[in-house]
């Protein structure tokens, strides 16, 4: 740390709790430059010598000014106009090239005072913000750990030297703080909500109880959340004085949002209207839960430029068993619709099994944001308060859908025919993927949709547009693009028909009709007629094929294996990974067969039989798309060449399957050959009757391209393999797959999770 301080002396204007630990928390971090300090109460700088904070001090700012090569101005906001212009006034004594910055809670009334200082904002000039502090003030209450793990907000200008910005970057790295950088006025605007308007609220209420007759009562028996809620009501009252003078407009404007959102609340309990308390209530409740983990999680660290704490990566051992019986989490492609259609529909719907993933939970909170009021989940239990086909509310701001394609293209489908207008954003990854092949078509609907370059996220539609009925026909198969249709001929004007090319999961037509949506199929198409309405309709999520297949090929592979799914759907669309399985001869059997909620499960029952390579069907092949990484492993391991054609699909998901599965077979030694739109797969697996547990290749460090398929998939391969595998980025895994490490370890498998601290 102390090597990227590389500063002589750095002189530090305001010695109070924000100040003061700065000086401690640089001498913590081993600074050996000089630290002086300009306040205006000598008592305060005598205590920072005598704490050894500061090596010296004057009241005066041209006494101290000399040679300083860092000035901090840590002086209310109010102070500012003059301590920059006395600033202005002896700057030229400082040391050639010298960097000023600030702590200042909002940015551009200090831009301004900077304006009148200096004539301009100096390129030297980098304001900047630390979001901690205390309810203590004075320089004795400094506190070396303050800015630890704490964020400070820079606000550069077009025209900040970027050796003045990096230099100050390295100031508040060395406290132990996560440097990010933000426009000024988007600075006040964010920080007005998030700490300015609290800060508010907590003077205005303390301030009311206090002066009411039975206050003591009302303080003796507050609870911990008053308590807690309160506590930073006892904050510096001239400084908060200062902030609120000088960010007024954007504090005001959070006070109108916050007076709109109060007088929703007053309505509803004036009305005894419990949905509408509900809807509030747990909207508020799991937005607090989600966008928490949002921004605790690395699964999300490159959408919050977090990558500086490190990437998950997994260290798997050779060898091991696959025994044992287990329930992998619900299909998250049921899970989406479920709460889709439920929200849509009239009256309660009931979901049980459904998956709390972060893409699941990001499709949950879109719609709270859209006024519907959910309960849950509660171990895989939901509750939606269906609002109809046309109670949607316009969310704030852009809806977040994380890693969720499918929660996007189906958004895209379903928000075409409201009545306003809404952003669809989603994670770095998803930005990448395409968006067209559902844009496309719902503007031929009627639908106005923007898009960012290339067809890709964020989505911008405009709302009330009338949509009418077209026919499509699909110019490659896809489940997201035909439900996106069909949701969207929900409101449209007369018939939509959507003609696939090969067979695709059927899961939205399956659950409109589960929820008295009249859909039709004939051959290749189906089609609804606009207008209809959907009733509420109880949903068992069934178990996830796509998790299951990582276990039936963990198992297929391993000697002496002997493993049970539970209640797997086994959809006919989605059942291309059981079919090639048998194909190439795995001893793979479905008992407990029965329907729930128009989804067909069944048992998986599978042990260990040796594997041989075949041609994969092209029929099958949109049947098992994304199965296909973990088909890859089995194939690695039967004997002779499997062959895959026509999955070109593969190259647009989360990242290009086929490069990312390539790239890991010649790690591990696999033979194979790359081709356009599929591979071929030279196993190393052992005709029946040779020494079957023999290692069919290597082991090696695998680039998981933060991909959670291609995580997943060199995890199991680890069973066959001589030597450890271990597997970067893997943090995504918990999007499609919670509990994906202890359900391995639970089977046989020895896999172990690790921090790479350095990034790498």
Known sequence: MQASVDEDRILIVGLGLIGGSLAAALRAAGFRGAIHSCDPNPDEIARGIEMGLIDGGDTRLEAVIDGATLVVLAVPVLAMESVMTQLASVIHRAAPGVVITDVGSTKAAIRDVARRAFGRVPPHLVLGHPIAGSEKSGVAAANPALYVNHKVILTPES??????????????????AEVLEMDVVRHDQVLARTSHLPHLLAFSLVDTLARQDERLEIFRYAAGGFRDFTRIAGSDPVMWRDIFIANRDAVLASLDDFET??????????????????????????????????????????????????????????????????????????????????????????????LEGEDSLATLQAFREMGVAIEGPHQGRVTVHGVGMHGLKAPSGPLYVGNAGTAMRLFAGLLAGQAFDTELTGDASLTKRPM??????????????????????????????????????????????????????????????????????????????????????????????GGGKLTAAPIDVPSDISSATFFLVAAAITPGSDLVLEHVGINPTRIGVINILQLMGADLRLTNEHEVGGE???????????????????????????????????????????????????????????????????????????????????????????????????????????????AMSFAIAALRAGGEIVIDDCANVSTSFPGFIDLARRVGLSLDEERDEEGA
């Not at 844009?439 to 989505?459: Q, S």
């Not at 929820?515 to 290749?524: K, L, T």
């Not at 039967?638 to 998901?653: C, I, S």
Request: with cysteine.
């Open 600 to 710: 067909p499960v069944a048992d998986l029952h599978i042990r260990y039989a040796p594997l041989k390579g075949i041609d994969i069907p092209v029929e099958q092949v949109p049947l098992a798309i994304d199965e296909f990484p973990a088909l890859f492993i089995a194939a690695a391991n039967a004997e002779g060449v499997t062959r895959l054609r026509g999955a070109e699909e593969l190259r647009v998901k989360e990242s290009d399957r086929l490069q990312a599965m390539a790239d890991g077979l010649a790690t591990l030694g696999v033979e194979h050959t790359l081709l356009p739109d599929g591979i071929d797969i030279v196993g190393g697996g052992n005709p029946e009757g040779a020494n079957s547990s023999s290692p069919n290749y290597g082991g090696g460090r695998i680039d998981s391209l933060g991909d959670h398929r291609i």
């Open 159 to 176: 025209d900040t030297d970027p050796a003045a910005l990096a230099r100050v970057r390295a100031l508040w790295a060395a406290c132990g």
């Open 261 to 354: 959102g109060v007088g929703r609340l007053r309505r509803a309990v004036e009305r005894g209207d419990g949905d509408a308390m509900l809807a509030i209530f747990d909207r508020a409740s799991h937005a607090r839960h989600y966008f928490e983990s949002l921004l605790n999680q690395t699964s999300y660290q490159a959408e919050y430029q977090m990558q500086q704490h490190g990437k998950l990566r997994y260290r798997v051992t050779p060898g091991g068993g696959v025994t044992g019986r287990i329930r992998v989490p619900g299909d998250k492609s049921i899970s989406h619709r479920s709460i889709m259609l439920g929200a849509l529909a009239e009256g309660v719907t009931e979901v049980k099994g459904f």
């Open 436 to 529: 067209g092949r559902v844009a496309d078509p719902l503007r031929l609907m009627g639908a106005e949709i923007d898009t960012a370059e290339g067809g890709r996220p964020p989505l911008r539609i405009h709302g009330g547009k009338p949509l009418q009925g077209i026919t499509y026909d699909m110019p490659m198969a896809s489940a997201q693009v035909k439900s996106c249709l069909l949701l969207a001929g929900l409101y449209a004007e007369g018939e939509t028909r959507v003609r696939e090319p090969a067979p695709t999961r059927d899961h939205t037509e399956r659950m409109l009709a589960g929820f008295g949506y009249e859909v039709h199929r004939e051959g290749d198409t189906c089609w609804l007629q």
